[in-house]
Nanobody
Framework: QVQLVESGGGLVQAGGSLRLSCAAS????????MGWYRQAPGKQRELVAA???????NYADSVKGRFTISKHNAKNTVYLQMNSLKPEDTAVYYC??????????????WGQGTQVTVSS
C-alpha cells in the first residue's frame, strides 16, 4: 500500500500562487505514475498534472503554462506549483499514485484531498 499526505491548499486571490505537496510512504521509484487530480463541486474528478513514467509529464490543457509538476526523489514527494490562479481552478485537489501490487494488478492510491479556493 501507498499512503499519500497532501498539504499546501488554501484561499488565494485570482492571479496568485500556491504550491501543493504530496508525500508518499513508498519510494517514488517503486511508483509507476504519480500526480494531481481535482474535483470541483458538481463536476467529475479530472487530471491536472502527472508524471506518467520516469520524468515524463502530462498536463490538462487548462493548466498548461500556469502549473508545474515536480518531484523530489529523496523525499518521495511530488509538488504542484500553481501560478496565475483563476477562480475556475477552485476545487479539491487530490494526489494520486499508481503502483503494481505483488499480484501484478495496478492499484490507485489517493490522498485525502486539499481545498484550493481562488477568489475573483
Amino acid at each position: 500500500q501507498v499512503q499519500l499526505v497532501e498539504s499546501g491548499g488554501g484561499l488565494v486571490q485570482a492571479g496568485g500562487s500556491l504550491r501543493l505537496s504530496c508525500a508518499a510512504s513508498a519510494s517514488i521509484f517503486s511508483i509507476n505514475a504519480m500526480g494531481w487530480y481535482r474535483q470541483a463541486p458538481g463536476k467529475q474528478r479530472e487530471l491536472v498534472a502527472a508524471f506518467t513514467s520516469g520524468s515524463n509529464t502530462n498536463y490538462a490543457d487548462s493548466v498548461k503554462g500556469r502549473f508545474t509538476i515536480s518531484k523530489h526523489n529523496a523525499k518521495n514527494t511530488v509538488y504542484l506549483q500553481m501560478n496565475s490562479l483563476k477562480p475556475e481552478d477552485t476545487a479539491v485537489y487530490y494526489c494520486n499514485a499508481r503502483k503494481y501490487g505483488s499480484n501484478g494488478v495496478l492499484y490507485d492510491y489517493w490522498g485525502q484531498g486539499t481545498q484550493v479556493t481562488v477568489s475573483s
